[in-house]
Structure formats: structure tokens, C-alpha cells
């Protein structure tokens, strides 16, 4: 029961990383101290699609799963739900790299609006 718990912590805790990756910079509008971490972690999101690495969360949730005695990822809610988000069934490499391209793109325009945004207050003061 609770290795179940703690595989479903860290799919949970894998979900917000991969979100704050995508959507990370609209938070750096609000909290400009979280630009490097969002960076960084943008970085390692490109990184880990381009190189074909396996992050270091998966291995420790199946690990955590198969100590709860369960296999693959059927199951509940979360299973359900936001294990296909996290891990589709035909991730290409091609698709690795449109995944990737397609997280700087997002952050490009978030970016640069942030950047346009600020320009605009520093010229009316």
C-alpha cells in the first residue's frame, strides 16, 4: 500500500515538473526569482527528449510499483489518466524531437512576451 502511494506521489510529481517545463515561464511573469530553475529545467526536458534518456522518475515509480506488487500501469485514476499524458504508446524518436522543438517554441513565446512585456513598462516610466 504505501509503495502504491509513493509510485502514484512521484507520476504525480513527474506530471507537475512536465507542466511547469511547458508552462514554467508563465510563472516567472508572476515570480521572476524562478527564471533559472524554469530554465534549467527546460533544458533537462529537451535534453532527456533529444538523448533519448529515460528520466530518473520512471525507474523509481516502476520500482516502487513493483514493490507494491503491481505491474505496468493499470489501475486507478492516476494510471488511467495522466500515465498515457506522461508516457505514449508510440514516442518516436522523431516525436522526441517535435516534443522538443515543440517545448522551446512554447517557451520562446512565453518568453518573449515576458521580455516585450517589460520593455513596454520600462518605456512608459
Not at 9 to 17: E, Q, S
Not at 24 to 44: D, E, I, N, Y
Amino acid at each position: 500500500m504505501i509503495s502504491r502511494i509513493a509510485a502514484d506521489t512521484i507520476l504525480l510529481l513527474h506530471l507537475a515538473f512536465t507542466l511547469f517545463t511547458v508552462l514554467g515561464g508563465l510563472l516567472v511573469l508572476r515570480r521572476p526569482s524562478l527564471l533559472w530553475v524554469h530554465l534549467t529545467a527546460v533544458l533537462w526536458g529537451v535534453v532527456i527528449e533529444w538523448a533519448d534518456w529515460v528520466c530518473p522518475l520512471t525507474p523509481l515509480e516502476n520500482l516502487l510499483r513493483e514493490r507494491g506488487g503491481e505491474a505496468g500501469y493499470a489501475g486507478g485514476f492516476i494510471e488511467h489518466y495522466v500515465v498515457r499524458l506522461l508516457y505514449p504508446e508510440n514516442l518516436t524518436i522523431k516525436l522526441r524531437y517535435l516534443l522538443g522543438l515543440a517545448l522551446i517554441a512554447a517557451n520562446l513565446i512565453i518568453y518573449g512576451y515576458i521580455f516585450l512585456a517589460r520593455r513596454r513598462r520600462h518605456s512608459k516610466k
